[in-house]
């Protein structure tokens, strides 16, 4: 593994069910993040990790859990999808929170909630 | 309220010069980012400016001003791989970043 990787990369849902996306870096940043980027949006942010065991609300938190019992591990949970979760899921990873927090994206989980 | 503003969309030339301009509004201040995404893919990190000025790197710049809450993005020598979007994201108080909704820079032969 290099970098961030994100599974699955596409999945199309029915509404109700539920859904983790799964979020892995090899690079023991100490900081996670999962964003939703919609047309005509900017990337919002959803949940953040600044170390492992620690956890955070964004801007739009409603409607998604995660959990970070690692340091390389930040799954992004939806309990019971809706159409309006439709959405690429990014995951992202910075050295520290902080001042300067460069941050690297995996490659997007793509979302169709139906 | 947090907000950051640019361009939906622009035009230029290959081998010409561009500039992305990006407004900023934020509850704290602690350093401005430029990303690029190509479509279909991940952003990925351009440049970082905390302080007023220029910072030059290779073809792309990038100016802060902080006393206008105003950034721009410089792309020199336009090349077609630069078709993209750009993405302007200033940190909030809490050093998250809020983000604005893109630039998409349409490059010409």
């Known amino acids: 593994i290099a970098g961030i990787t994100q599974a699955p990369t596409s999945q199309i849902l029915a509404a109700g069910r539920r859904m983790t996306l799964r979020c892995t870096q090899d690079m023991r940043h100490n900081a996670m993040y999962w964003y939703r980027q919609d047309l005509g949006l900017g990337l919002r942010l959803i949940h953040y990790s600044n170390t492992a065991g620690t956890t955070g609300k964004g801007e739009v938190p409603d409607g998604y859990s995660v959990s970070r019992a690692n340091t390389d591990d930040f799954p992004l949970t939806l309990a019971s999808a809706v159409p309006s979760q439709t959405s690429v899921y990014f995951c992202?990873?910075?050295?520290?929170?902080?001042?300067?927090?460069?941050?690297?994206f995996g490659p997007g989980t793509r979302l169709t909630v139906l | 309220g947090q907000n950051i503003d640019q361009p939906t969309e622009m035009t230029a030339t290959e081998g010409a010069i561009v500039q992305i301009n990006c407004t900023y509004q934020t509850s704290g201040f602690n350093g401005l980012f430029w990303y690029q995404q190509h479509a279909g893919e991940a952003p990925t990190f351009l440049s970082y400016n905390v302080l007023d000025g220029l910072e030059e790197k290779g073809r792309f710049s990038s100016f802060l001003s902080r006393s206008k809450g105003y950034s721009y993005l410089l792309l020199k020598e336009l090349q077609m791989k630069d078709s993209a979007s750009y993405l302007c994201a200033g940190t909030d108080s809490n050093y998250q970043l809020i983000w604005g909704a893109g630039t998409k820079l349409i490059i010409k032969p």
């Open positions: 992202a990873s910075s050295e520290e929170s902080g001042t300067y927090n460069e941050q690297f």
